[in-house]
């Protein structure tokens, strides 16, 4: 036997309190009517009784990019903080080694402690092209093969960003034992001295083909790049500098931010003129040669 189905009246049933008026948990008026299922428009108060539409949610604001480039300023700071933290490791290695004992002039602890570095400077280079750009280093950060107007430029670049370092080393050479002996302010300026034949071998690839490739990448692709995004072109070419200029305060001393900041705005400059790293590159290898040049001279070693 089938039962009679419920009457019409006990189909629905409220779920929360009776119909009837309370505060509006939106906070648009004194009172909102509530039916006994649902919130209804109906308010009641500040704004007088009837049917009001809810305040429509604030729109967000629309970034607008104030340059070329692409997010990754955070990218940028974990791999560096990778890479430093990975060189460091390499060093503590050869520490445990040797017993306690580090030779910071064996090529090796060089070799493999700064393609560590290098190793946290390319990831992020790598991983904000693939998370924020289109997975190509050409058309996210302008690397391609050097022009001949390119050399030119760059070489210029190298040449008058070379000037405000040799005069500061020439002046700390002056002021302490002179020219007649060798002086370690060499060591200050450039970095550690490369001793043997396999030091030397390094230091020049180093100086002259890996850091021009990997920092360029790092600081203006990728860091001036996603500056220039939030700031503009100017800004980003003076913070990148500072940034470039104090992450080399580890290998070169307290003196690097004053020697380095003028070449790493030509630097900057360059990029931002041309739209390549290419010009910023040889510039950076002009740079640093000049730098190898002077480990030659012995009252700079």
């Not at 704004?47 to 997010?71: D, L, N, R, S």
């Not at 022009?147 to 960003?161: E, P, R, S, Y």
């Not at 640093?288 to 012995?298: E, M, R, T, Y």
Request: glycine share 14%.
């Amino acid at each position: 036997m089938i039962s009679d189905p419920l009457p019409q009246t006990q189909l629905w049933q409220p779920i929360g309190p009776p119909p009837g008026w309370y505060a509006d948990p939106w906070r648009l008026s004194w009172w909102r009517w509530w039916d006994g299922y649902q919130w209804t428009p109906y308010l009641y108060g500040h704004y007088g009784a009837g049917p009001v539409a809810p305040a429509p949610a604030p729109a967000p604001v629309e970034f607008v990019p104030k340059g070329p480039g692409i997010k990754g300023g955070g990218i940028a700071g974990i791999g560096i903080g990778i890479g430093f933290v990975a060189s460091l490791a390499v060093a503590i290695g050869y520490l445990a080694a040797g017993s306690g004992h580090l030779d910071a002039h064996n090529p090796w602890v060089m070799l493999w402690s700064q393609l560590a570095l290098w190793a946290g400077f390319l990831g992020a280079v790598v991983v904000a092209s693939w998370r924020n750009g289109t997975r190509s280093l050409g058309r996210d950060y302008g690397l391609c093969w050097p022009k001949l107007h390119d050399v030119t430029a760059g070489i210029t670049g190298g040449f008058l960003g070379r000037v405000p370092s040799t005069i500061v080393l020439v002046l700390i050479v002056l002021a302490t034992t002179g020219f007649n002996s060798p002086n370690a302010a060499g060591r200050e300026i450039n970095g550690t001295t490369p001793e043997g034949t396999a030091g030397w071998v390094i230091t020049v690839l180093f100086l002259v083909v890996g850091a021009p490739f990997v920092e360029e990448l790092l600081f203006r692709g990728l860091i001036q790049g996603a500056f220039t995004r939030r700031l503009g072109a100017t800004p980003a070419i003076f913070v990148t500098a500072l940034i470039f200029c104090f992450a080399h305060v580890l290998n070169e001393g307290p003196v690097a931010p004053f020697v380095l900041f003028p070449p790493a705005l030509i630097l900057g400059y360059l990029k931002h003129r041309s739209g390549r790293l290419a010009p910023g590159m040889v510039a950076h290898a002009t740079f640093n040669g000049l730098a190898f040049a002077l480990l030659l001279v012995p009252a700079f070693r």
